[in-house]
């Protein structure tokens, strides 16, 4: 793998979603399937592709991860970043089992600073992740991806979305406030950061899940 080396401290928010992480990959699975229509949507606009060299960020408990190993076959490379070593085990379990450990590498990193060269990658996938970072490193890490790909490479976030707001982003936004650490990720306004980091946007379907808005956007490297 071809790497540069990266240092970084972690914030104290981010060693307690760390720490509470590792407590949910034991059963992670179970809350995860109602993501499955969403995580599915994102994958078929992200359209990998035999023996491309790609990258999920916040992979969790792997629900992508082979998926996207299966389809770029042994000619191609997917590559897996977390910050929960829990998740990670737990993903590796399910890669072995799964036969695909071959063009699967995971790491236990920070998306904030990839440990990757630039123009690395043929696409991202980014799943329900980005919404659970402070709003200023939403910026650094979408100039991460876009560091990392090389032009013309595809982005695909899947997000919760504030694009509307009705009662039940009300009140998921104020359980969030009162309880950070229980409701730790809230709808975001996606598309206008995409936008801000200079993608181009190919691609935006509108989903919703309880009432909450959920966004699945595919954008280019221009």
């Known amino acids: 793998m071809k ?55 916040g992979f969790g408990t792997g629900q992508c991860i082979i998926p996207l190993a299966k389809k770029v076959g042994s000619n191609g490379q997917v590559y897996g970043i977390d910050i929960s070593e829990g998740m990670i085990q737990k993903t590796k379990k399910k890669v072995r089992r799964k036969r695909t450990a071959f063009s699967v590498q995971l790491i236990c990193s920070d998306a904030a600073t990839l440990p990757f060269i630039s123009s690395f990658f043929d696409g991202i996938l980014i799943s329900f992740t980005i919404e659970l970072f402070e709003e200023t490193e939403i910026p650094k890490i979408l100039a991460e991806c876009k560091r990392t790909l090389h032009a013309g490479g595809r982005l695909c976030i899947i997000s919760l979305s504030n694009r509307k707001t009705n009662l039940m982003v009300k009140s998921y936004e104020w359980f969030h406030r009162r309880f950070p650490k229980m409701i730790d990720c809230r709808p975001i306004p996606i598309k206008e950061y995409i936008s801000k980091a200079d993608f181009g946007i190919i691609n935006l379907i509108e989903m919703n899940m309880w009432g909450l808005p959920v966004d699945v956007i595919l954008a280019e490297k221009k």
């Not at 401290?9 to 109602?34: L, P």
């Open 3 to 57: 790497t540069e080396p990266t240092t970084h401290n972690d914030s104290a928010a981010k060693k307690i979603s760390k720490t509470s992480y590792n407590k949910m990959s034991g059963w992670y699975d179970t809350f995860s399937i109602f993501e499955r229509r969403y995580r599915k949507k994102g994958l078929e606009l992200l359209n990998p592709q035999n023996g491309e060299s790609l990258l999920e960020i």
